[in-house]
Nanobody, 127 residues
């Protein structure tokens, strides 16, 4: 069964930066569009950003546009999320997941495949 492993979270001050990484087992991640999602307690998962399998297509929700950058290394099969100028409202558990198609409407609606969520990585932004 496909499994996702997210890492790189931690505590950052407002205005700080973190870089998240996403890897997977059970399939070759480089063949798929992949999205980053986040969840705060009591709420549904929220789409953040997605990247096409080639890495050429990248989409961001409005709240992170200009601050976050998604990328991928298809040799290492890793997806990255560089998060700069972090804000307290970015505090959440971050997850990655396969998407059928990386699109702005898809990431805004948090559309993803049927794979189970990984454990996620906690990002806390606080002074």
């Amino acid at each position: 069964q496909p499994q996702f492993v997210e890492s790189g979270g931690g505590l950052a001050q407002p205005g700080g930066s973190l870089r998240l990484s996403c890897s997977a087992s059970g399939f070759a991640l480089n063949f798929y569009d992949v999205g980053w999602f986040r969840q705060v307690p009591g709420k549904e998962h929220e789409g953040v950003s997605c990247i096409s399998s080639s890495g050429e297509g990248k989409k961001y929700v409005d709240s992170v546009e200009g601050r976050f950058m998604i990328s991928r290394d298809n040799v290492k099969n890793i997806i990255y999320l560089q998060m700069d100028d972090l804000k307290p409202e970015d505090t959440a558990v971050y997850y990655c997941a396969r998407m059928g198609l990386c699109s702005l409407s898809g990431i805004r609606r948090s559309v993803r495949g049927s794979d189970p969520w990984g454990q996620g990585t906690q990002v806390t932004v606080s002074s």
